[in-house]
């Protein structure tokens, strides 16, 4: 299979990048501050604000449309990604005169943050100990302590120079699943390990 020349970029990412030229063959390939793969966008800076961005506006988009067919006035909205859920969890009657957190709470839901978050411990779990262990191997140090609480599945927490490191898969949701109860942990499947977890979230926020 040949190379599409036309749709080859260059994404330079870090500080310090020399920024060098490359080519296929004569042809030389261009530079781009950002790169679409797999359905996510991102920029030199290995960032995704900008891929949150045009998720919120799409959102925002589906949300006018709802007002506009129950006949509620339109407001323009633009800003963060968390606006679109807060907005529409706003059109259930009864709920509009209770705050955020209140409505998730009476709707049985969680926050973005807490949603990202399940996600990211769901696929530890596969990682660790389910379904794509063999695939997880390398992946997470072990922490090597004598202490006996928490769980006993821990794994060590690296240390890093640049802010973008944390924010890796392998980084960012270390520090979470050391947190996880052992009951949690030691669940024997992975539906088991999502209902433990949804009640540990709960309690926490």
Wanted: with cysteine.
């Amino acid at each position: 299979m040949k190379f599409n020349k036309a749709k080859c970029k260059v994404l330079h990412v870090g500080r310090r990048n020399p920024k060098h030229r490359y080519r296929l063959g004569e042809e030389w390939i261009e530079s781009s501050p950002e790169e679409k793969d797999s359905g996510v966008l991102i920029d030199e800076k290995l960032n995704m604000s900008r891929l949150c961005a045009l998720a919120a506006q799409k959102a925002n988009r589906v949300l006018g449309c709802i007002k506009r067919t129950l006949g509620a006035p339109v407001q323009e909205r633009h800003g963060a990604v968390g606006e679109s859920p807060e907005e529409g969890t706003k059109l259930i009657r009864g709920l509009e005169h209770l705050s955020y957190e209140d409505r998730l709470r009476e709707l049985g839901l969680f926050s973005l943050e807490k949603r990202r978050l399940r996600g990211d411990l769901i696929a530890a779990f596969q990682y660790l100990k389910g379904a794509y262990r063999k695939a997880g191997e390398g992946l997470f140090i072990r922490e090597c302590s004598d202490r006996t609480r928490g769980n006993g599945f821990k794994r060590k927490e690296g240390r890093f120079r640049l802010d973008v490191r944390q924010k890796f898969f392998t980084v960012r949701v270390v520090r979470y699943w050391n947190r996880l109860p052992r009951e949690v942990v030691d669940a024997p499947s992975l539906e088991v390990f999502k209902t433990r977890l949804d009640e540990a979230l709960g309690n926490v926020v």
